[in-house]
């Protein structure tokens, strides 16, 4: 079963950056689009971002411009750069194929935006 560890976050200014990595066991990132989402406290998982196989990207209107994804196929990793970042972005951070596939989910990572 193929197992997902999320790092990086932590707390940060508004304004600041943050790099995310996603570690897999396994060779999703070869085998699927992968994505990164978040869950702020009460509101709904979201789709922040997602990269195919091939390396097209794709940006929620909410980060685009100031998120950057990106992987390493070879090291079945993948990568958040978040740049500017804001006190909406405030979530908890995981990453998944892009669809969802169930039952891999990480611990996640936290991203807390506050001066």
């Known amino acids: 079963q193929v197992q997902l560890v999320e790092s990086g976050g932590g707390l940060v200014q508004p304004g600041g950056s943050l790099r995310l990595s996603c570690a897999s066991s396994g060779s999703i990132f070869r085998s699927n689009a992968t994505g990164w989402y978040r869950r702020a406290p009460g509101k709904e998982r979201e789709l922040v971002a997602f990269i195919s196989r091939h390396g097209s990207t794709w940006y929620s209107n909410s980060v685009k411009g100031r998120f950057t994804i990106s992987g390493d196929n070879a090291k079945n990793t993948m990568f958040l750069q978040m740049n500017s970042l804001k006190p909406e972005d405030t979530a908890a951070y995981y990453c998944?194929?892009?669809?969802?596939?169930?039952?891999?989910w990480g611990q996640g990572t936290q991203v807390t935006v506050s001066s």
């Open positions: 998944n194929a892009f669809p969802i596939l169930s039952g891999i």
